[in-house]
DNA sequence: CTGATAATCGCCCGTTAGGGTGATTTTTTT
DNA sequence: AAAAAAATCACCCTAACGGGCGATTATCAG
């Protein structure tokens, strides 16, 4: 717990089950250092007020009923990327924690973890941690590899809209002054450019890029 | 008729109806320029005796009793390319034409034609000519445009094993020294074939070659 | 036997590509 | 406002590429 403690993690909370969700809010007011700011039984309501209130970070329920959990903190993290997520559900669901996870929740809690866990993995998370069972951390690692494996072949993902611009000039047979002819832009912008290509999908020759983009279409 | 009448064209006839064709011999034997060497009534003997009688042009049953009369002609023809085979059909087999003139036939007769356009047609033969009706000639026209383009869409075919395989890592991403080095050659004759490829496929650069060959794949 | 094709190699020469290095401007994010 | 990322341009230099032109050998069909 290194959390500056001179101003109360603001929290809100997104839980359809009115009974889970006093809780929560009781559990939150009644701890020194927390302010529950706001709850919300459904998303849309959620989606509209959070930004507004502005709370440090979100206790999401992933199974709402409607728009789901993830959804909801999506609409949420768009509108102000700076409040931090996390899931809540009753069950390890396998299938939703990496959906939630590459979604941009920062956490991942039981519903039944202990009063006292709950408000350290808050500060966990204020303080950049990622609160998850060991269980499930295990599965996230495991499926953060297979999506870099994913992401390491289909590197185009990470270009600029510029350099997928040059690359597709590039596959189609098109020399760096003709690129430039066409983009209105210096052979050598082309070339910059093209650097930056080959370092982003780690080829050293034209033609190797041209393959992973053709590849990867 | 420009054809040389000093020697009489030699004929043979592959077609195991009986009647039909001792009907084809005895027009052939009665017509001064035409001389019938052989008849058969089945692909194996046609096949074992034709190379030795030399004829210089077949009439062929399109459907003979067991071996039909494309793998026939395909036989006779891989014995001696120089006799020219003519299908017989009884009617206009939409699906065998193409696949005789492929496979090395000359021309297409009806058995129902006359026998005045039946001695015409041989002469046309060996005068180079491909006598077929004007429907199937225009269906084989149709055949034969849909070969091209596949041809040309699928140039890789022109190219010789060597090639393929000198294309195949350059679409790799290889250097000409490396290419060489992989097949034990100088890096000068890599670049000899790659210009034949070009040429062949019609490009310019080693990116277009790859993307053709990217393409169809 | 002769011609055609395929595969091999060499040299000259100009163009293109790619690495190194650095810089300015604009846009986006913090 | 400050920092980071994206886009822009420039210069030097070596290696790779591609065209032109020619040549030898082996094989295979006519």
Redesign the pocket.
């Given at each position: 717990m290194t959390t500056n403690q001179t101003q109360p993690v603001r929290v809100s909370i997104v839980e359809d089950d009115d009974r889970i969700r006093n809780m929560f809010i009781i559990l939150l007011e009644g701890a020194p250092g927390f302010r529950c700011v706001s709850g919300y039984s459904n998303a849309e309501d959620a989606i509209t007020d959070i930004p507004a209130k502005k709370p440090d970070i979100v206790l999401m329920d992933i199974n709402l009923p409607g728009k789901n959990g993830i959804e909801c903190m999506k609409a949420i993290r768009e509108a102000d990327?700076q409040i931090l997520v996390v899931m809540l559900t009753v069950y390890e669901d396998n299938e939703r924690i990496f959906e939630s996870l590459a979604a941009g929740a920062s956490g991942y809690l039981l519903k039944s973890t202990s009063p006292s866990v709950i408000l350290e993995s808050i500060h966990d998370v204020i303080d950049g941690g990622a609160p998850m069972s060991a269980q499930i951390a295990r599965k996230v690692v495991h499926s953060f590899h297979t999506i870099q494996k994913d992401k390491h072949q289909n590197d185009l993902g990470s270009l600029?809209?510029?350099?997928h611009e040059i690359l597709t000039l590039l596959a189609s047979g098109y020399?760096?002054?003709e690129i430039?002819g066409k983009?209105f832009?210096?052979k050598?912008?082309v070339?910059?450019?093209?650097?930056n290509i080959?370092e982003k999908l780690q080829v050293?020759?034209?033609?190797e890029a041209v393959i992973k983009y053709l590849d990867n279409n």
């Amino acid at each position: 717990m290194t959390t500056n403690q001179t101003q109360p993690v603001r929290v809100s909370i997104v839980e359809d089950d009115d009974r889970i969700r006093n809780m929560f809010i009781i559990l939150l007011e009644g701890a020194p250092g927390f302010r529950c700011v706001s709850g919300y039984s459904n998303a849309e309501d959620a989606i509209t007020d959070i930004p507004a209130k502005k709370p440090d970070i979100v206790l999401m329920d992933i199974n709402l009923p409607g728009k789901n959990g993830i959804e909801c903190m999506k609409a949420i993290r768009e509108a102000d990327p700076q409040i931090l997520v996390v899931m809540l559900t009753v069950y390890e669901d396998n299938e939703r924690i990496f959906e939630s996870l590459a979604a941009g929740a920062s956490g991942y809690l039981l519903k039944s973890t202990s009063p006292s866990v709950i408000l350290e993995s808050i500060h966990d998370v204020i303080d950049g941690g990622a609160p998850m069972s060991a269980q499930i951390a295990r599965k996230v690692v495991h499926s953060f590899h297979t999506i870099q494996k994913d992401k390491h072949q289909n590197d185009l993902g990470s270009l600029t809209s510029r350099e997928h611009e040059i690359l597709t000039l590039l596959a189609s047979g098109y020399m760096y002054k003709e690129i430039a002819g066409k983009l209105f832009i210096a052979k050598d912008t082309v070339k910059s450019h093209i650097r930056n290509i080959y370092e982003k999908l780690q080829v050293r020759t034209r033609t190797e890029a041209v393959i992973k983009y053709l590849d990867n279409n």
